[in-house]
């Protein structure tokens, strides 16, 4: 009997809950304390912090084509930025900033860039806003994201597919420049 009252009562505070109309609900959900909201940093800041960050970034881009020169197991890093602002204690913006790519082994066949391992890797840096300025908050630390086997093949064969696509266009483009070159000069040898 008692088991059965409380199965009744969390039944209807959850039916009560769901009753209650979206707008409060919103509007609990707006009073949650400011540094816990995520937002998005300004034009300005983000080039800023790009700025101090692509020169940081530049030995790992170049330890990265190394490896790969050398015939070891690379991240190929997108050279894009994904920033993830958040605000501290006393409203201090901090943002870690990730830099990330699939890892190849360069050794087995399948693309240009060899076979995927399956894995992404992420390179984070942590900054925060200090008088204005970006002040590193700890060095940069990878991440890996191990998505199997499957996952590496499908990536080795999309990168084979556009290492076919970019031939078949630079192969009709020498085409269209050897036929422009042709009648170029065809029109030339007309005009004489």
Known sequence: MKMRTITSAAA???AALLLLPVSVRIAAAQ????????????????????????DEAG??????DKRKN????????????????TYGPHHQLTCSVKLGGAEYDPTKPGSSKG????????????????????????????????????AGRKMTG???????YK??????????????AAAAAAQKAANQ
């Open 167 to 180: 031939q078949s266009q630079q192969k009709a483009a020498r085409a269209h420049a050897a036929a422009a």
């Open 59 to 64: 030995p790992y881009l170049d330890e990265q």
């Open 31 to 54: 009073r949650m304390p400011y540094h816990r909201v995520q937002q998005d940093l300004t034009p300005a800041l983000q080039r800023s912090l790009t700025d101090k960050i692509s």
């Open 158 to 164: 999309n990168i084979a597919r556009g290492d076919k």
């Open 115 to 150: 076979a995927a391992t399956g894995t992404l890797k992420y390179l984070v840096f942590s900054y925060t806003l200090v008088h204005g300025k970006w002040v590193e908050m700890a060095k940069p630390k990878w991440e890996e994201q191990k998505l199997g086997a499957a």
């Open 70 to 85: 050398d015939k070891k197991v690379y991240v190929d890093l997108q050279q894009k930025f994904e920033y993830l602002p």
């Open 12 to 14: 209807m505070t959850a």
